[in-house]
């Protein structure tokens, strides 16, 4: 006769076990407490934050005592449309504008090549060439590029040794661009600009040209296109949301930067600088908050036209 056999005796479940229970039949349950405090992080600080932007902008600043008089009014944005600040505005989209044009142009021969051609250990010097300069201080490198665009700088010296002083002299004597040096000058911003967002276009615009199969190239080859048709066509067309997604990230930092405008170039200044001195210096609460939802609007345009043309998919 087979002796019965003993019952089995389990542990007894701690805390652990029957919180893992839980979760494993509440999926969502995990899922709204490990969403919850980014969450509320967002909403207090970053969306409560710009509510109390939005409301400051409807105030006023009383112009003799100097203090925020909390009425609503429109009489802030209408301050918006005075020439001095108009001008502010236009020449920083202008800014932008530009820097993002010119960070498409750089970026595009440099993203193409490592899309189509880097390979293995040369993929890897291309991502650490990209990336080697986000890793130094943001300070250091405007500053160094103003020693180097200044008037006794490497650029000066380097077209005198090639005796080309006379076109960089004739480049700074353009009207509305130019200046005693390239350092005081709308030229030197722009070119700091560039550098400073260039790796944020590149990166986009690598990952969006890296989806263009060469069954397309090829076939597009065997119907007797040229190169530049096949561009035109075809990889340009494909290539078209990555360079948004870039200029997402060069015209919405130019917008709002404070510090290039402060050390390089002339002493008219853009929106970042202008939200940075209303609230400093001057005080002037409600014009500040006025200027900075400027670049929000534009940029919730310019998001809804980029998301249209499918921009996001190459993020």
């Given amino acids: 006769m087979i002796p019965a056999a003993a019952p089995a005796i389990l542990a007894e479940r701690g ?5 893992t229970a839980i979760f494993w039949r509440r999926p969502r349950l995990l899922l709204g407490i490990l969403l919850a405090p980014p969450l509320i992080w967002l909403g207090l600080v970053y969306l409560g934050s710009l509510a109390a932007l939005l409301l400051q902008s409807f105030y006023s600043i009383d112009e003799f005592s100097g203090v925020v008089k909390q009425e609503f ?4 944005y209408a301050e918006l449309f005075r020439a001095q600040n108009l001008d502010i505005i236009i020449r920083t989209l202008l800014m932008s504008a530009a820097v993002t044009l010119g960070c498409a142009i750089i970026a595009f021969p440099i993203a193409y090549y490592a899309a189509r051609f880097a390979k293995g250990r040369w993929k890897a010097v291309f991502y650490l060439g990209v ?15 103003k020693l180097i665009l200044a008037k006794e700088g490497i650029i000066t010296w380097a077209a005198d040794a ?3 002083s006379m076109v960089l002299n004739a480049v700074l004597s353009i009207p509305g661009i130019g200046g005693n040096s390239l350092s005081t000058s709308w030229i030197g911003t722009f070119l700091v600009f560039v550098y400073i967002w260039l790796p944020y276009m ?3 615009m690598q990952a969006a040209l890296e989806r263009v199969p060469n069954s397309m190239l090829e076939a597009s080859a065997d119907l007797g296109a040229s190169r530049s048709q096949t561009f035109r066509t075809v990889v340009f067309p494909l290539a078209l949301p990555g360079i948004i997604a870039g200029s997402i990230f060069t015209f919405s930092l130019t917008m709002g930067d404070y510090i290039i405008p402060q050390i390089v170039g002339t002493s008219a200044r853009f929106i970042g600088l202008a939200v940075y001195q209303l609230q400093g210096t001057a005080g002037n609460i409600p014009l ?4 900075a939802v400027v670049p929000i609007v534009i940029m919730l345009l310019y998001l809804t036209v980029a998301k249209r043309m499918g921009a ?3 993020l």
């Fill in 73 to 76: 009014t429109l009489k802030t």
């Fill in 312 to 314: 996001f998919d190459a």
């Fill in 131 to 145: 990336m080697l300069p986000l890793w130094s201080s943001y300070l250091v490198k405007v500053y160094a590029w």
């Fill in 288 to 291: 500040a908050a006025a200027f």
């Fill in 15 to 19: 805390l652990a076990d029957r919180l």
């Fill in 162 to 164: 090639l005796h080309l």
């Fill in 202 to 204: 590149i990166l986009p």
